[in-house]
């Protein structure tokens, strides 16, 4: 099959023909017909971002769609041709309680999980992806022309997976911030999909927060940021129709420290923090908050979470099915396989929300 290659981070790609996958029992083949190339491609693959833990050569690419080439024997439900997606987090299987990690075509989480890495290592930048049978969602019946729009949703299921640590129920207010970012932006979307009463969105793009407001109508309410912590927080309060219920944190890396202290610090007593972003990940100062005096006196509960349970999956897939969550609000960009390069450049260049590149292999039919 053909397939993208990095050799070394900061070498040039390739695109070459290697082995097709081997299928065994508990696993799936996909004929891959389009993969999510995110902005931050290019940062990972030249080692920028040097935090990102892989075995080399590997075929990088997380996100993907496609449809069954190949069943285990232990496979009950799915059928050769299913259109399904995959997802890039492979978990261990031998510890349900606090499973290793690995992002296929990404990272690990540990030195622990390098045995999924030196397995499963191959992502989705491919014609065919070997992944384990739980790993493949079937979505039902889809218009071709839609599947890199598929891709985009899957994409969405990180921040879904941070509402649904937050318990969000339906009628309460949110504060999301780094809603101005492409996951921020997505969980804007869902929060309101999911019954959110207000979405509090902060954030320092004027173009981006004009365009939540058309979106999304009175239901989201924007803070242009000034970087004054007292008068943000302030800013922040005043926006929401009553007490914040949930704050979300998806701030990006680059972000400081004081940006997430500012917008958490806004919750109600009682309330519940949400903490998903990147922020202290490339080093840089850590958060810091008042134990004694906030933390306890108001009975806040604060929560860390990476990446998504597995029914997370199945739920935005039924809530993108009902139409509650539009498939249509994305922007997608194609790319041929062999133009790996231009997608990556492309994505860097142009991405922000609501907008998506893939590369779609070429098809191949199934067997």
């Known amino acids: 099959m053909k397939a993208v290659l990095l050799k070394e981070f900061g070498s040039p790609l390739s695109v070459e023909n290697v082995p097709d996958p081997a299928l065994g029992t508990g696993e799936v083949i996909v004929d ?4 999510g190339v995110p902005v931050h491609m290019g940062a990972i693959l030249s080692g920028e971002r040097d935090n990102y833990l892989l075995d080399l050569p590997v075929v990088p690419g997380g996100l993907a769609v496609g449809r069954v080439r190949a069943l285990g024997p232990d496979a009950t439900r799915l059928s050769l041709g299913d259109w399904v997606w995959c997802d890039p987090t492979v978990r261990s299987r031998d510890d349900v309680r606090s499973p290793d990690i690995y992002l296929q075509g990404g990272t690990a989480n540990g030195e622990s999980a390098l045995p999924l890495m030196r397995y499963f290592g191959n992502g989705s930048y491919a014609e065919q992806l070997l992944i384990p049978t739980e790993n493949a969602y079937p979505i039902g019946p889809i218009d071709p022309a839609d599947v890199g729009k598929w891709v985009a949703v899957n994409n969405c299921a990180t921040p879904y997976g941070g509402l649904l640590a937050a318990d969000l129920k339906a009628g309460e207010t949110i504060l999301i911030s780094g809603a101005t970012g492409n996951y921020g932006s997505a969980a804007v979307s869902l929060a309101i999909a999911m019954g959110a009463g207000c979405v509090v969105a902060p954030g320092r793009n004027q173009k981006v927060l004009t365009e939540l407001e058309r979106r999304f109508g009175s239901r989201v309410r924007t803070v242009e940021l000034s970087g004054q912590e007292d008068e943000d927080r302030e800013r922040m309060r005043r ?18 420290a004081t940006a997430v202290r500012t917008a958490i610090m806004t919750v109600r007593p009682g309330g519940r923090v949400i903490l ?6 490339l080093g840089g100062e850590d958060l810091s908050l008042p134990y004694w005096n906030w933390f306890v006196t108001n009975n806040i509960t604060v929560r860390g979470q990476l990446m998504y349970p597995r029914e997370a999956n199945v739920g935005l897939i039924a809530l993108t099915r009902s139409g509650l969550f539009d498939l249509d609000q994305f922007d997608i960009s ?4 062999d133009d790996i390069d231009k997608a990556i450049d492309h994505a860097a260049a142009e991405g922000g929300p609501f907008k998506f590149t893939v590369v779609k292999p070429s098809p191949r039919q199934s067997q």
């Open 32 to 35: 891959v017909a389009a993969a």
């Open 276 to 281: 998903m972003g990147g922020v202290g990940s």
């Open 239 to 256: 926006a929401a129709p009553g007490p914040i219920d949930v704050v979300f944190d998806m701030l990006s890396p680059s972000a400081p």
């Open 334 to 337: 194609e790319f041929a396989l």
